[in-house]
T-cell receptor, first 110, second 114 residues
Framework: KQEVTQIPAALSVPEGENLVLNCSFT??????LQWFRQDPGKGLTSLLL?????REQTSGRLNASLDKSSGRSTLYIAASQPGDSATYLC?????????FGTGTRLTIIP | KAGVTQTPRYLIKTRGQQVTLSCSPI?????VSWYQQTPGQGLQFLFE???????NKGNFPGRFSGRQFSNSRSEMNVSTLELGDSALYLC?????????????FGPGTRLTVL
């Protein structure tokens, strides 16, 4: 059974800092990994999708990496802004469904 | 291009009642998946529909059911509601079924069972 873990559960950093969010998964037999953000009480916004054959994806200030063999992914956020405050979720696609981590609640301090 | 839409956005029901939630996928997307989000269990997969057929189902009781129409819109039904069914129900659409397809989520339906 796939298990996805995100550590830390919460993170606070001053505005302008670069930061890294971590995601680990137990079963490396995945098709892809997706990073989402969720604002309080809202749905999920897709940030980046990494196919299993890829090592990383970039979108603006965001960069996500994938090491399938070690079961790890990181989301790098450069020059953080208060608007980046949200819960970040990673999810792996395997066994015909997405399995989500529990998320990292990120707070950017102005 | 319009995103995934879900109706209604909020629902309040009492125990024992039943409820139907609706999801309209992004135009051209043929796969719709449903998820339940609670503070205790996080996001859990309910089921996926593709071309009007249920392709996969999570570990939820038979009170949870769904269907998909020929225009790819999907409905989810929960019968005999229990307090523990209170949750945010999210649907996601993708172009196709299976791996490799990016999932796009709607804003969710917040269900409260009293």
């Amino acid at each position: 059974k796939q298990e996805v873990t995100q550590i830390p559960a919460a993170l606070s950093v001053p505005e302008g800092e670069n930061l890294v969010l971590n995601c680990s998964f137990t079963d490396s037999a995945i098709y892809n990994l997706q990073w989402f953000r969720q604002d309080p009480g809202k749905g999920l916004t897709s940030l980046l999708l990494i196919q299993s054959s890829q090592r990383e994806q970039t979108s603006g200030r965001l960069n996500a990496s994938l090491d399938k063999s070690s079961g790890r992914s990181t989301l790098y956020i450069a020059a953080s802004q208060p608007g980046d405050s949200a819960t970040y979720l990673c999810a792996v696609f395997g066994n015909e469904k997405l399995t989500f981590g529990t998320g990292t609640r990120l707070t950017i301090i102005p | 291009k319009a995103g995934v839409t879900q109706t209604p956005r909020y629902l309040i029901k009492t125990r024992g009642q039943q409820v139907t939630l609706s999801c309209s996928p992004i135009s051209g997307h043929r796969s719709v998946s449903w998820y339940q989000q609670t503070p205790g269990q996080g996001l859990q997969f309910l089921f996926e529909y593709f071309s009007e057929t249920q392709r996969n189902k999570g570990n939820f009781p038979g009170r949870f059911s769904g269907r998909q129409f020929s225009n790819s819109r999907s409905e989810m039904n929960v019968s005999t509601l229990e307090l523990g069914d209170s949750a945010l129900y999210l649907c996601a659409s993708s172009l196709g079924s299976g791996g490799g397809n990016e999932q796009f989520f709607g804003p969710g339906t917040r269900l409260t069972v009293l």
